[in-house]
């Protein structure tokens, strides 16, 4: 089709009408999108909403078009009709050259964070990299960034996936230090010194190598210290505890207990008795995950009643204990990360005493306590221990009752919620007596 025009006057007024019309259509919907704005800052929101509608539906063209979706886009977060935030401001990145692109950005990662959706976060704000001007709404989604970064690597954490863990950590922590450079509000920096003291934590429960723990742990130190000064008062008792169980962990520790009790042994003979234990530890820090504590306890029990039954042999007699002193003593030795793989060996004695100094018994083995978490709410463990036990001076019916018993006690345990733990235990004993006159073991299951 052609368009015939007749002289320079008449071209004159299309290209006038064409250059300014968009002027002209500007000053109007100006006037329309202001007073939906207003509307906005006065949090009458739905009045707000449907003035921002219209503009929309009456301007698609004009250049506050994407400003208005994006309004929209917060005025439905103020409502809470997520699903119609996100659709506006996925709408409004449609546009890549959207003059709200940043905002909208951000807004729609805060949106997916809460949905728990880290790793749609990390890709909608890979742009942030390639940023060369920096405002406020890129230093927040950088943040936001690193966040969701640290939130997958804590999940793999708790899925036991120690090495992916550490991988997403240090990604996390480095997109942190390249935000602590732009940072200049000292509160945020605070914050952000905050995080990075936590990533630090999770790295050093997460090795077992002595030199880089404590090398973590001294890093999570200085960027506690450094939040600590400036930081909120929902941070501050969290980053305290922090400091001071990093403080612990470096020193020798020496802690005790006294319990006592009292009560009737007999009501008939109205005879009284009372136990009394104390106990006494010292616990030696290491460079690395691993822990020795050496542990002494005394015992004084004076209404002790022990029976000895041994059904297959037909022997031994019920026997009032009347004072029992008993002395132990036992070295432990504790390792792995904290979440994931508990271990604790302990070596253990001790002897006990009785008056009439027929029954006393020497006792001495070795327990493995050790447990696995394989998922967030599932963890396998174990309790086994070897004990040979002695008694130097006492026998029933010419017999010694010197024995070795093994024990097994493997379990199940479902954490789910955290309040509830359920565990499933299957416990197997082995005893054998020394003494050949016997010639039997007991085994219970």
Known sequence: ????????????IIIILLFFTPIMVTAVDRTNYNAALEKYKNKDNEEALSLFKRFVSEYPNSVKADDATWYMGRIYKRLDRMEEAESAFKQVLSNE???RFEEASYDLGKILYSKKLYSDVINLLSFIDSVDVINKYHLKGMELNARAWNRLAYREKLNCNENKSKELFFTSLSLYENLETLIVDESDLS???????????????????????????????EYVELALPLISDFYRPRAEKMLMDIEKSKKVGI????????????????????????????????????????DVSFRHNSFDFVSFNFDKTKTGDAHLVQYTDTLGADFSWKSGTRRNVYNKLKLFSDFQFVEDNR????????SDLGSIRFSPYWRFGWNSKFEWRTYPNYLVGGRKLDYIKGSLDPSIRLYAPDWLNISIIYGIDVKQYLDSKYDTSDVNV
């Open 1 to 12: 089709m052609m368009i015939k025009i007749k002289g320079l006057k008449q071209l004159l």
């Open 97 to 99: 050259s959207s003059n």
């Open 191 to 221: 914050r952000i010194h905050f995080a990075m003291a936590r990533i630090y934590s999770h790295l050093a429960d997460l090795t077992y190598n002595s030199d880089t723990y404590q090398e973590y742990l001294q890093k999570n130190l």
């Open 255 to 294: 802690n005790g207990q006294i319990i006592a009790f009292a009560g009737v042994d007999n009501l008939s003979t109205n005879t009284f008795g009372a136990d009394v234990y104390a106990r006494g530890s010292l616990i030696i820090p290491t460079p690395g995950r691993n822990r020795f504590a050496f």
């Open 359 to 366: 029954d006393n018994y020497t006792s001495a083995g070795v």
